[in-house]
């Protein structure tokens, strides 16, 4: 290993340009570089020397990214590895991980950034890091290319070899048991059971039997013993949503078992031991419920051993298209149709809304379109009103479609067909300015230079067209 103030940096991308950007940055940083456009090239040249980084692309020609690091002892060898890549879902967050990555690097991205963390890694300590190798699941619908979804990837993979308990806050319909089904599918209890339990939707009184169950005769109606939701998921993963709703008692109960992984069934008499690991979920601020002494401190910090937010819609704006996409396929594949397709009008409307329910009414959306549209084209006037559709029927953007009728039938009743006769632009482009400009004007409360500038033109221009079109404003 290479123990001199400056690292020597080994990179390997396919990319000619990715690669002289980051010899170019590194250099300039005083970091000594060496590059490989193959994978199969550096493996050949690491048995005569070893770098103290190592950056990586995932997808190249022949061997991959991922393969390459399954040629390399990380674990005996200490070297940190920096995995880039422009494919940045969770499938490749988890897998760079659980190859013995350093750090997820997802392209494009910020080339301090990435000095920065050449640096962070050539001091690391990776002696002390496990590499443990487990099969990756498939969490479809993880989808998201977002910086912010960027980071909760990131931290699923770096989980993928823990059972730490997590805390998921984040407002509601951002799909946080579908992070809580990642981490444990992603996880070394991935095999064993995911208990899944909503704090809200189980009365306040039963709520105690269904976490912990009880013994028979414990109340009136417990005619058998009742296995409980802690015992079900022994050596696996419980996931409690709404956990901010929880009374004061559980809490307590809930604080025992995290501390001492043992409780007892209502109505019991025997402790009973479990090794669980807990991942909990509120769209609260539970600091906020701490301070106000709605939510126990000491529960709190168990449950917040790692923390992930699962961020709104609004906050990820640029994976609406790719969201709709999916589950506009989920919605054809659950009621056993051809798919349907979204025109641009249309996609621009629904990326223009601003999804106060987030990925859940984004979801129900999809299955109402797929139902309601007659076609197999979603076209702008087919987008219910609640989520920015509809608005004016009289200035539908399937005014293009009115447009081609109108010029059609002109070209049909026989008008144009004479040179003295007008051309169609000639009939059709006086009307379609006065329109705009009536409508700029309106907008603007008749201020000619606001209305030139939403035009597009200059003042004078606008003056121009108005006595051309002999307009009487």
């Given at each position: 290993?290479?123990?001199?103030?400056?690292?020597?940096?080994?990179?390997?991308?396919?990319?000619?340009?990715?690669?002289?950007?980051?010899?170019?940055?590194?250099?300039?940083?005083?970091?000594?570089?060496?590059?490989?456009?193959?994978?199969?090239?550096?493996?050949?040249?690491?048995?005569?020397?070893?770098?103290?980084?190592?950056?990586?692309?995932?997808?190249?020609?022949?061997?991959?990214?991922?393969?390459?690091?399954?040629?390399?002892?990380?674990?005996?060898?200490?070297?940190?590895?920096?995995?880039?890549?422009?494919?940045?879902?969770?499938?490749?967050?988890?897998?760079?991980?659980?190859?013995?990555?350093?750090?997820?690097?997802?392209?494009?991205?910020?080339?301090?950034?990435?000095?920065?963390?050449?640096?962070?890694?050539?001091?690391?300590?990776?002696?002390?890091?496990?590499?443990?190798?487990?099969?990756?699941?498939?969490?479809?619908?993880?989808?998201?290319?977002?910086?912010?979804?960027?980071?909760?990837?990131?931290?699923?993979?770096?989980?993928?070899?823990?059972?730490?308990?997590?805390?998921?806050?984040?407002?509601?319909?951002?799909?946080?048991?579908?992070?809580?089904?990642?981490?444990?599918?992603?996880s070394p209890r991935a095999?064993?059971?995911?208990?899944?339990?909503?704090?809200?939707?189980?009365?306040?009184?039963?709520?105690?039997?269904?976490?912990?169950?009880?013994?028979?005769?414990?109340?009136?109606?417990?005619?058998?013993?009742?296995?409980?939701?802690?015992?079900?998921?022994?050596?696996?993963?419980?996931?409690?949503?709404?956990?901010?709703?929880?009374?004061?008692?559980?809490?307590?109960?809930?604080?025992?078992?995290?501390?001492?992984?043992?409780?007892?069934?209502?109505?019991?008499?025997?402790?009973?031991?479990?090794?669980?690991?807990?991942?909990?979920?509120?769209?609260?601020?539970?600091?906020?419920?701490?301070?106000?002494?709605?939510?126990?401190?000491?529960?709190?910090h168990r449950l917040n051993?790692?923390?992930?937010?699962?961020?709104?819609?609004?906050?990820?704006?640029?994976?609406?298209?790719?969201?709709?996409?999916?589950?506009?396929?989920?919605?054809?594949?659950?009621?056993?149709?051809?798919?349907?397709?979204?025109?641009?009008?249309?996609?621009?409307?629904?990326?223009?809304?601003d999804w106060p329910g987030?990925?859940?009414?984004?979801?129900?959306?999809?299955?109402?379109?797929?139902?309601?549209?007659?076609?197999?084209?979603?076209?702008?006037?087919?987008?219910?009103?609640?989520?920015?559709?509809?608005?004016?029927?009289?200035?539908?953007?399937?005014?293009?479609?009115?447009?081609?009728?109108?010029?059609?039938?002109?070209?049909?009743?026989?008008?144009?067909?004479?040179?003295?006769?007008?051309?169609?632009?000639?009939?059709?482009?006086?009307?379609?300015?006065?329109?705009?400009?009536?409508?700029?004007?309106?907008?603007?409360?008749?201020?000619?230079?606001?209305?030139?500038?939403?035009?597009?033109?200059?003042?004078?221009?606008?003056?121009?067209?108005?006595?051309?079109?002999?307009?009487?404003?």
């Amino acid at each position: 290993m290479n123990t001199l103030a400056q690292p020597v940096v080994w990179i390997v991308d396919d990319d000619a340009s990715i690669r002289w950007v980051l010899e170019k940055a590194l250099q300039g940083d005083g970091i000594k570089t060496r590059s490989f456009d193959r994978a199969d090239a550096l493996l050949a040249a690491i048995t005569e020397q070893q770098p103290e980084v190592l950056l990586t692309d995932i997808r190249m020609p022949g061997m991959d990214g991922i393969e390459m690091m399954g040629h390399l002892d990380l674990e005996a060898s200490g070297l940190p590895v920096i995995v880039m890549t422009a494919h940045a879902d969770l499938e490749s967050a988890v897998a760079a991980f659980q190859s013995g990555a350093f750090e997820y690097l997802p392209k494009p991205f910020d080339i301090d950034l990435a000095v920065s963390l050449v640096r962070r890694a050539s001091k690391a300590n990776q002696s002390e890091v496990v590499h443990e190798k487990t099969t990756i699941a498939s969490i479809s619908s993880m989808i998201g290319q977002a910086s912010a979804m960027q980071d909760v990837f990131r931290t699923i993979g770096r989980l993928s070899r823990s059972s730490m308990n997590v805390l998921i806050t984040g407002e509601s319909g951002t799909g946080k048991e579908l992070v809580a089904h990642a981490l444990h599918e992603h996880s070394p209890r991935a095999s064993r059971p995911f208990i899944a339990l909503n704090t809200t939707a189980i009365a306040a009184d039963l709520l105690e039997s269904e976490l912990f169950g009880h013994e028979r005769g414990a109340f009136t109606g417990a005619d058998s013993r009742r296995i409980g939701r802690f015992e079900q998921a022994d050596s696996g993963t419980l996931f409690l949503d709404e956990i901010g709703d929880m009374s004061a008692d559980l809490q307590t109960r809930l604080l025992r078992v995290l501390a001492e992984g043992e409780f007892y069934r209502v109505g019991g008499q025997a402790p009973i031991s479990v090794d669980v690991r807990v991942i909990a979920a509120t769209n609260q601020d539970l600091e906020q419920a701490v301070a106000e002494n709605r939510f126990r401190e000491d529960l709190f910090h168990r449950l917040n051993v790692i923390h992930i937010r699962t961020p709104p819609l609004r906050e990820r704006s640029g994976d609406i298209p790719l969201l709709l996409q999916h589950y506009i396929n989920v919605a054809a594949r659950e009621l056993e149709v051809e798919p349907k397709r979204l025109t641009a009008t249309a996609e621009t409307l629904l990326c223009a809304f601003d999804w106060p329910g987030n990925v859940r009414q984004l979801v129900n959306v999809c299955r109402r379109l797929t139902v309601t549209t007659p076609g197999m084209e979603i076209r702008a006037s087919d987008i219910p009103e609640e989520v920015g559709g509809n608005r004016e029927k009289s200035v539908d953007p399937d005014w293009i479609r009115n447009l081609a009728s109108w010029a059609e039938h002109q070209l049909a009743i026989g008008r144009l067909e004479n040179n003295d006769r007008q051309t169609l632009l000639a009939i059709a482009l006086p009307e379609f300015e006065r329109t705009l400009i009536r409508a700029a004007l309106t907008s603007s409360n008749g201020r000619r230079q606001e209305a030139a500038q939403l035009l597009g033109w200059g003042r004078n221009t606008l003056a121009r067209k108005i006595h051309d079109l002999d307009m009487d404003l």
